[in-house]
């Protein structure tokens, strides 16, 4: 993934906050945490640019300019455990590994964002204090679709801390499956702060989220 320009407002989105046809079946948790149909605008999205982000209709909208990133967090609630659902349709326009749409998720320390990207390749990118890392260095997965207004479901699965007298040890392990295949399994240290978002690098294009589920893991 090539590097990419942090703007002022994503910077104080992440530091200042810390931001299918059928989505429902594919979060496999017990209890519903959060559902946002998009219908109307949340409040703890706090949209701050319009020209960014649009929420109405069933969909959350997101533009970047070329060579930036936007960070949309969810400010609700945090999710120590999870099971997160959404479903993407990416910009029509010539396939890219730089255009990603995605899930984000704050690891303690830095953001980690889980991507699809309009080549077929996916991966999941870290950002620390302005410094990009590769947890998960961009690849190709067949199990994404890649024809001009696809829709690929993103479920990204983690556990929660273990309490202060359990005696088991945390559990890293973070799973990624597209499209009800598994992607890859890395690790992210578990935290109880661990806030949520929609991560998005569009270069002038929009992307498209719909049916967002969270439920308990």
């Given at each position: 993934m090539s590097s990419k320009r942090v703007s002022r407002s994503l910077?104080?989105?992440?530091?200042f906050a810390l931001v299918i046809a059928s989505p429902a079946l594919a979060c496999k948790g017990s209890q519903t945490l959060l559902r946002d149909d998009f219908t109307d605008e949340d409040p703890a999205w706090n949209i701050q640019d319009a020209n960014a982000a649009q929420i109405g209709g069933g969909v959350l909208k997101v533009k970047t300019e070329p060579g930036r990133i936007?960070?949309?967090?969810?400010?609700?609630?945090?999710?120590?455990?999870?099971?997160?659902?959404?479903?993407?349709?990416?910009?029509?326009?010539?396939?890219?590994?730089?255009?990603?749409?995605?899930?984000?998720?704050?690891?303690?320390?830095?953001?980690?964002?889980?991507y699809i990207a309009t080549d077929g390749t996916a991966g999941v990118s870290g950002l620390q204090e302005g410094n990009w890392t590769s947890p998960v260095p961009n690849r190709k997965f067949d199990g994404i679709k890649t024809a001009p207004n696809s829709t690929n479901q993103l479920r990204v699965v983690w556990k929660a801390p273990p309490s202060a007298n359990a005696k088991d040890a945390p559990d890293p392990s973070v799973i990624v499956f597209i499209n009800d295949k598994q992607f890859i399994k890395f690790k992210a240290a578990p935290n109880a702060n661990r806030a949520i978002s929609i991560f998005t690098t569009s270069e002038g294009g929009t992307y498209q989220y719909k049916n967002l589920v969270v439920t308990a893991n």
């Open positions: 910077m104080t989105g992440v530091f936007y960070n949309l967090m969810y400010q609700g609630q945090n999710f120590p455990g999870a099971d997160v659902c959404v479903d993407i349709v990416a910009p029509a326009g010539k396939p890219s590994s730089d255009i990603q749409g995605g899930i984000g998720f704050w690891t303690g320390r830095s953001w980690d964002f889980v």
